[in-house]
T-cell receptor
């Protein structure tokens, strides 16, 4: 596999469920990002991990909990979500140092009932 | 604060017509600028980027963009649009904060192509 892979591609969950989104990058990058894409809103940066350390938590509610166990994997743990959390969640990675672009996965489409 | 404005939410062009998508940014230092494209149900794919040097940059799929510092703009162009170009286009500026880099995106422009 190459690039950035996100699983699952689609997820439907109730408000009391606990689920996780997974992201894996095969590019040798050491910075990883979670973005949220809602309808009719700009992409919102949620979390940034650089060298496995969280360096930005962009005022995201605690019902979203990121985890970065190593430089290739990033998780977003979800619990007691709200219907307004339904969105496309995009993972991205980049090589640290310099102004390099982000490489995105195809996203996980989350629907909260 | 850094920001990106894409003034056009929707644009419709005929196949074969030329295209220009507008992007204005706000950034205090020399900006790193990007254009991405997103097809329905997909992630974002990089079309082109500007870091320094020649202000006219070429990208994939026949796209180009021109950086104009005096206008704080980075407009995307294509001389002849194909039906497969129908997608959403995002302009982004690279910002450095706390020792790491992030991208700040505009709201996007949705392109429709008429046959």
């Amino acid at each position: 596999e190459t690039g950035v892979t996100q699983t699952p591609r689609h997820l439907v969950m109730g408000m009391t469920n606990k689920k996780s989104l997974k992201c894996e990058q095969h590019l040798g990058h050491n910075a990883m990002y979670w973005y949220k894409q809602s309808a009719k809103k700009p992409l919102e940066l949620m979390f940034v991990y650089s060298l496995e350390e969280r360096v930005e938590n962009n005022s995201v509610p605690s019902r979203f909990s990121p985890e970065c166990p190593n430089s290739s994997h990033l998780f977003l743990h979800l619990h007691t979500l709200q219907p307004e959390d339904s969105a496309l969640y995009l993972c991205a990675s980049r090589a640290s140092g310099g102004p390099g672009e982000l490489f995105f996965g195809e996203g996980s489409r989350l629907t909260v009932l | 604060a850094q920001s990106v404005t894409q003034p056009d939410i929707h644009i419709t062009v005929s196949e074969g017509a030329s295209l220009e998508l507008r992007c204005n940014y706000s950034y205090g230092a020399t900006p790193y600028l990007f254009w991405y494209v997103q097809s329905p149900g997909q992630g974002l794919q990089l079309l082109l980027k500007y870091f320094s040097g020649d202000t006219l940059v070429q990208g994939i799929k026949g796209f180009e963009a021109e950086f104009k510092r005096s206008q704080s703009s980075f407009n995307l162009r294509k001389p002849s649009v194909h039906w497969s170009d129908a997608a959403e286009y995002f302009c982004a500026v690279g910002a450095r904060s706390g020792g790491y880099n992030k991208l700040i995106f505009g709201a996007g422009t949705r392109l429709a192509v008429h046959p």
